[in-house]
């Protein structure tokens, strides 16, 4: 069964330091998400993309925030400079359609743990 | 705005009973998603089951199964013959609308006790 891969499974960083998260949605899916979870808190949308740009975000999703798909098979978030309250589970999601239809189902990666210390 | 509340924080359940999770939610639409996400320790997102609105027939997957009822704008989950494996946290959620983003509830942490 196709899957969302997500890289790096757990990361550790200093704060005030970039992080680069990665995932490699299904290959047939057009829209793409970013979710994050604080430990022990619900899921919060962060943002979606579509056709090479935002198509909506959140208001946790800040200048220190950015996505790209820079091959046309990864789709990657970066933290410009991390603060202690971004340590979260950050989760990558896609799917194939949009509307209301089999394919609004999201498939979610297994989470990328990010620790800042 | 939408809205998802999931009132009940943890449960229990012993091996093999039958347990009822329930989910609310808030919306001026009317045609929407829901959705009900597993997450155990590896903390991964996984699908459970799905409802769309316009059905009436409640969904079904194995030993899962909804009771939408689409006035009270509620959707609880039922899990049937409780095993080990579905110790986890289940999220309830909800897609409708001009946005594309899943609205998620704060969970239920279910523990099922052998």
């Known amino acids: 069964e196709p899957e969302v891969t997500q890289t790096p499974s757990h990361q550790v960083t200093q704060m005030g330091q970039e992080v680069i998260l990665r995932c490699v949605p299904i290959?047939?899916?057009?829209?793409f998400y970013w979710y994050r979870q604080i430990l022990g808190q619900k899921v919060e949308f962060l943002v979606s993309f579509y056709n090479n740009e935002i198509s909506e975000k959140s208001e946790i999703f800040d200048d220190q925030f950015s996505v790209e798909r820079p091959d046309g098979s990864n789709f990657t978030l970066k933290i410009r400079s991390t603060k202690l309250e971004d340590s979260a589970m950050y989760f990558c999601?896609?799917?194939?359609?949009?509307?209301?239809?089999?394919?609004?189902?999201?498939?979610f990666g297994a989470g990328s743990r990010l620790t800042v210390l | 705005a939408q809205t998802v509340t999931q009132s009940q924080p943890e449960m229990s359940v012993q091996e093999a009973e039958t347990v009822t999770l329930s989910c609310t939610y808030d919306?001026?639409?009317?045609?929407?998603?829901l959705f009900w996400y597993k997450q155990p320790p590896s903390r991964q997102m996984i699908l459970v089951i799905r409802q769309e609105a316009y059905k009436q027939q409640n969904a079904t997957e194995n030993r899962f199964s909804v009771n939408f009822q689409k006035a009270a704008k509620s959707f609880s989950l039922k899990i049937s013959d409780s095993q080990l494996g579905d110790t986890a946290m289940y999220f309830c959620a909800f897609v409708g609308g001009a946005t594309n983003k899943l609205i998620f509830g704060t969970g239920t942490l279910l523990a099922v006790q052998p």
């Open positions: 999601a896609s799917r194939a359609g949009t509307g209301l239809s089999g394919a609004n189902v999201l498939t």
């Open positions: 290959s047939n899916h057009l829209y």
């Open positions: 919306t001026s639409e009317n045609n929407y998603y």
